[in-house]
């Protein structure tokens, strides 16, 4: 499949056709958009959207009124070919912040180098509880330097509510967790998104992200999945790359917050 067609199916079945992909979780269509409505803990916003220039702020403007009369903050999460051409600009005059950029990359699955081992001392384990997430939440808050509770808060709920759309596993270094990341299975699509793959300072650069890359590929083809979604940073990017994953386009997320 080529480019075009491959955005063109991310587009269709996993920002146009979004479906709700956790408890609590409601998806929304009105006019050219569509939006994610969760808890005020969770993640809310505009995943698609297909404006004209004419229409383009007045339809910004009805989402920020929208998920104002709802307390929310939430983030419009902006994609490279997104149309009209200034809509970052647009979003940042009505008030939303933007940050960094990141990669869209796409891999399918059975083209992949996915020959990866944890380096001698490291095992995988699969986190399926309580005391896992705490790994989880440790290593993320120790990688990122950001809060954890809300990644907490919904890795709970979905192992107990959706033990079929996640995937989550941590790198144990005897009894220290120096690596973790989930995947996120979405029912009817071909697509798994890669997301929260982290690994502490002074454990990096030793072949770890790599190593989860490969595990969640395999849970991903074992699930009859075809593709892996990921929204790389500059650091993981040349990783992604020599796996065998491709650029497709960027993605910026613009945060409102009332």
């Known amino acids: 499949m080529d480019h075009t067609a491959l955005l063109a199916l991310f587009d269709r079945e996993l920002r146009e056709g979004a479906r709700p992909d956790g408890p609590g979780v409601r998806v929304e269509r009105t006019g050219e958009v569509?939006?994610?409505?969760?808890t005020a803990q969770g993640w809310n916003?505009?995943?698609w959207s297909a404006l004209d220039e004419e229409a383009a702020d007045a339809v910004i403007a009805e989402q920020i009124a929208h998920f104002f009369g709802l307390g929310l903050a939430f983030e419009w999460k902006l994609y490279g070919h997104d149309r009209p051409a200034d809509l970052g600009q647009r979003l940042r005059a009505a008030g939303f912040r933007p940050e960094p950029?990141?990669?869209l990359m796409i891999g399918d699955i059975g083209e992949l180098v996915l020959d990866a081992e944890p380096p001698p001392g490291v095992r995988v384990e699969p986190v399926t509880g309580p005391s896992g997430v705490d790994l989880v939440a440790d290593v993320h808050e120790k990688a990122f330097g950001t809060d954890s509770s809300r990644l907490r808060d919904e890795l709970l709920a979905q192992l107990s509510a959706g033990p079929d759309t996640v995937v989550a596993v941590v790198a144990m270094a005897g009894g220290?967790?120096?690596s973790a990341a989930r995947m996120e299975l979405v029912p009817g699509t071909?697509?798994?998104g890669l997301w929260g793959g982290g690994t502490v300072e002074g454990w990096r650069g030793r072949g770890i992200y790599r190593a989860l890359v490969a595990h969640r590929a395999?849970?991903?083809?074992?699930?009859g999945y075809r593709y892996l979604q990921v929204d790389a940073s500059s650091q993981s990017r040349p990783i992604l790359e020599r796996l065998g994953?491709?650029?497709?386009?960027?993605?910026?997320?613009y945060v409102y917050t009332p």
């Open 101 to 103: 950029e990141e990669t």
């Open 34 to 38: 569509v939006r994610r409505i969760a």
């Open 190 to 192: 071909r697509f798994a």
């Open 176 to 178: 220290e967790p120096v």
């Open 245 to 253: 994953f491709t650029p497709l386009t960027t993605t910026t997320p």
């Open 45 to 47: 916003g505009v995943v």
């Open 218 to 223: 395999h849970a991903a083809a074992a699930r």
